[in-house]
Nanobody, 119 residues
Framework: QVQLVESGGGLVQAGGSLRLSCAASGRISSINAMGWYRQAPGKQRELVATITSGGSANFADSAKGRFTISRDGAKNTVSLQMNSLKLEDTAVYYC?????????????WGQGTQVTVSS
């Protein structure tokens, strides 16, 4: 019902920047929040940043001051601007959408995009 496609991952040197983008399709009117999560090798998947339909954003402590999250005017894409990248930012980054269906919340995930930060 909701499909998510990420783009923008790649290889960058420490201190560099990347911009990730996620395009949503399907029943997008039911999405009330979107965001980015990441999973590094040997670690649990963790929240990076989220943004609600109303524009309220929150960030993991590790992302505050370095990353920003935004949505386009049509509210069918969400972007994550990552600056001052560190080695520990290396992970597969997943786009997430939370769909409200009456009293239920459904999670949808993109396929993931690799971000590798080198020294």
């Amino acid at each position: 019902q909701v499909q998510l496609v990420e783009s923008g991952g790649g290889l960058v040197q420490a201190g560099g920047s990347l911009r990730l983008s996620c395009a949503a399709s399907g029943r997008i009117s039911s999405i009330n929040a979107m965001g980015w999560y990441r999973q590094a090798p040997g670690k649990q998947r963790e929240l990076v940043a989220t943004i609600t339909s109303g524009g309220s954003a929150n960030f993991a402590d590790s992302a505050k001051g370095r990353f920003t999250i935004s949505r386009d005017g049509a509210k069918n894409t969400v972007s994550l601007q990552m600056n001052s990248l560190k080695l520990e930012d290396t992970a597969v980054y997943y786009c997430n959408a939370k769909e409200r269906v009456t009293i239920r919340l459904n999670d949808y995930w993109g396929q993931g995009t690799q971000v590798t930060v080198s020294s």
